[in-house]
């Protein structure tokens, strides 16, 4: 895993996706070295950046023109570009100029995932994985409802990490956002 700290951030863009939930999304999406991954709502890329490492190709987007040139910083600071096409756009529109892939990560919905997950089932390939990271409530059950309507079985995951902080008297654990990761297999 790429450490957080070796990410370009700004302000602006959320992210990266913390290091240890980006290793559990790697587990959970079961990318394969000649898979394509689509990576929606991209923020600093760092669902982008592991999935390159893993893909054969990796389409990325997200609609912050900021978010788009950050992932592409990210990209070239550790030599991944080749591997991965960028898209700036509405996640619904640009799925459509997108052929068949073998992993759906959902990072960022802006209220659209329901739409997102049923587009992206239908071009996901056999046995293709969707994963759905979330941090609010609502998203997660909109995530497994749709996952279930379209007749796959939801795996759902909260995950909270504390990262220690070593100080003068001992290590302080800081605790991070608590986070659901949802994940299915397309049968």
Do not use: W
């Not at 991965?84 to 892939?101: C, I, N, P, R, T």
């Not at 007749?151 to 302080?172: L, N, S």
């Amino acid at each position: 895993m790429i450490p957080d700290d070796d990410f370009i951030q700004t302000q602006g863009v959320p992210g990266p996706t913390k290091e240890e939930v980006r290793c559990l999304v790697m587990c959970k999406a079961r990318i394969s070295h000649d898979g394509t991954v689509v990576d929606v709502g991209c923020g600093s890329g760092g669902l982008t950046l592991e999935s390159a490492r893993r893909a054969r190709k990796v389409i990325s987007m997200d609609k912050n023109p900021e978010a788009i040139k950050l992932t592409r910083e990210n990209l070239e600071k550790h030599g991944l570009s080749p591997k991965v096409q960028l898209m700036e756009g509405d996640a619904l529109q640009v799925l459509e100029g997108v052929e068949s892939f073998d992993t759906l990560l959902v990072g960022g919905s802006s209220g659209d995932l329901p739409l997102i997950i049923k587009q992206g089932y239908g071009k996901l390939s056999k046995n293709g994985s969707i994963v759905v990271t979330s941090i609010l409530l609502e998203t997660r059950v909109e995530a497994v409802n749709t996952l279930k309507e379209m007749g796959m079985t939801p795996d759902v995951v909260e995950v909270t990490i504390a990262k220690g902080k070593i100080t003068e008297r001992g290590t302080m654990m800081l605790g991070r956002n608590p986070i659901t990761i949802i994940s299915a297999v397309k049968k």
